[in-house]
């Protein structure tokens, strides 16, 4: 038997590959499939079930493509309504792989159709869980993802209590638990940076599991602090209900060179977002007018979902060279699958075609406690528990998430600095201000990070969230 996470970070991510006896299972699999079959290829073994534990709202899943090309079975748990051929399981209904088993528990409270896999051994000993967004390593699935007209949060999180309690804390203390997200997903609000841990210390260490909490303390609890979820998450959802284009399609349709005229032109006709994956100081120093800085090497797919609200909006990519294909697969991945080129030989191209140029103002933390006085307009733009744990005296939080609905929280007739946490976020604000119209902001470089070692005064006051207009 083999058991193999398959992590993604960008996503925070786990996807999982399970082998006995020459026969494959993949549960919750990535938009590229090829890999899974790869994997499979090289083992000899024939992929013979995707499994999904619900329908996700973070990502799009690859089990289409992944049946497709394989034959494999596709399983939902109970009350899952497809677009598509599946196969809906029956609460701890059994599927044969090999020599192992894996169990259906079906546990409702995540979403409805929310299961966990249970993976039996060729010895008959349960020795896996493969819990979804049920179960986290240090926390639990958030319960406000499915609610309906007839379904609150609270009643969700009253399913997920009960799911919790007599399906996954029944189980045997010294199981694995793999569950499919960690630090950094917004599917939960206290994940632990690790990825797997075992069930028995999840008991002991994992707030929601407390022997002693009470169905009420747990609601409280679960849904306290809870942020608005990203506004791409329902779109994602019904990709991955109703279906969507092949992987392969959307790679060939995005692999269009375009020549700094043919991008211009492009830009010009279509309404295309601009989307430039280049580093936040490199984009600084010289960028393409109204291009949105995203860089690929922070949390790109998740700020993409965050930032464009349409998963179909047209998309036109400056990249690094050679990144391309890799960013148009990380679009793909949270279901934005009309990018429709990129720019031959990057922005060098553009500059030496003597296309218009912007840039940012950035300074480094220590020229910018030089300069800081009493009269100094500070913006970080940290999500707001960052801000609260600790912040530099006087600055406003105007968290990044939401910029699009606060634009007018930005002063347009003062000066002011932008920071976030160490210049990745900030300089994605300054690339959305600045495409607005904002020209009158200096960016920090390093962030709150670079800023702390100044010595300038920080606070856990909370400060004013607006500026006096």
């Known amino acids: 038997m083999k058991i193999e996470q398959i992590y993604t970070g960008c996503l925070a991510q786990g996807a999982y590959y399970i082998e006995s006896a020459g026969e494959a ?61 599946a196969y809906i399981a029956k609460d701890e209904e059994v599927f044969t792989l090999g020599k192992v088993r894996i169990k259906v528990l079906h546990t409702p409270g995540h979403t409805m159709e929310s299961t966990c896999y249970l993976l039996i051994d060729e010895t008959g000993k349960e020795t896996a869980l493969f819990s979804g967004d049920t179960l986290f390593i240090g926390d639990v699935g958030r319960p406000d993802l499915a609610q309906k007209s007839d379904l609150t949060i609270n009643d969700l999180a009253g399913y997920l209590f009960d799911s919790l309690r007599h399906k996954i804390m029944t189980l045997p203390d010294d199981l694995t638990v793999y569950p499919a997200h960690g630090a950094g997903s917004a ?36 849904t ?21 284009e092949s992987f392969d399609v959307v790679m060939n349709r995005a692999a269009q060179a375009l020549s700094p005229e043919a991008f211009e032109a492009a830009a010009n006709e279509t309404g295309a977002v601009i989307l430039d994956t280049r580093d ?20 790109f797919a998740p700020w993409v979902g965050a930032l464009i609200p349409d998963v179909k909006q047209e998309i036109l990519l400056i990249t690094e060279a050679g990144q391309e294909a890799e960013t148009i ?33 950035s300074i480094d933390a220590a020229t910018f406690a030089e300069r800081l006085d009493a009269n100094a307009i500070v913006i ?24 699009n609905e606060n634009l007018s929280e930005f002063p347009k ?48 006051y909370v400060c004013p969230s607006t500026l006096k207009k």
């Not at 013979?48 to 996700?56: C, D, L, M, N």
């Not at 990502?59 to 992944?66: E, I, P, R, T, Y």
């Not at 994940?191 to 999840?202: A, I, P, R, V, Y």
């Open 25 to 85: 299972a993949v549960i919750d699999p990535l938009r590229e499939v090829q890999a899974y079959i790869n994997k499979a290829a090289r083992n000899q073994a024939q992929i013979k079930y995707v499994f999904e534990t619900h329908f996700h709202a973070d990502f799009v899943s690859g089990h289409l493509d992944l049946a497709k090309k394989t034959q494999a079975t596709i399983v939902y748990g109970p009350n899952a309504v497809t677009g598509f051929e």
């Open 187 to 222: 599917c939960g609000k206290n994940m632990s940076k690790e990825t797997t841990d075992s069930l028995g210390n999840q008991k002991l260490t994992n707030y929601a599991l407390r022997a002693d909490m009470s169905r009420e303390q747990f609601i409280k609890e679960v």
């Open 224 to 244: 306290d602090g809870l942020t608005k979820p990203p506004q791409y998450f329902p779109q994602n959802v019904m990709l991955n209900k109703q279906g969507y």
């Open 280 to 299: 936040a100081q490199t984009f600084a120093k010289g960028f393409i007018p109204n291009a949105t800085n995203i860089g690929l090497n922070g949390q």
């Open 329 to 361: 697969t990380r679009l793909a991945r949270v279901g934005y699958d009309y990018v429709i080129g990129y720019l031959e030989g990057g922005f060098e191209a553009w500059q030496a075609a003597g296309k218009e140029i912007d840039s940012v103002a």
């Open 380 to 403: 970080d733009v940290r999500r707001t528990g960052e801000y609260l744990a600790e912040h530099l005296e006087g600055a406003i939080n105007l968290p990044l998430d939401y910029i």
């Open 413 to 460: 007739d003062k000066p002011f600095f932008i920071h976030c946490a160490g210049g990745y976020r900030s300089m994605v604000a300054a690339s959305i201000l600045k495409a607005r119209g904002f020209d009158n902001f200096i960016d920090i470089q390093g962030g709150f990070g670079a800023i702390q070692k100044t010595g300038l005064k920080t606070t856990d």
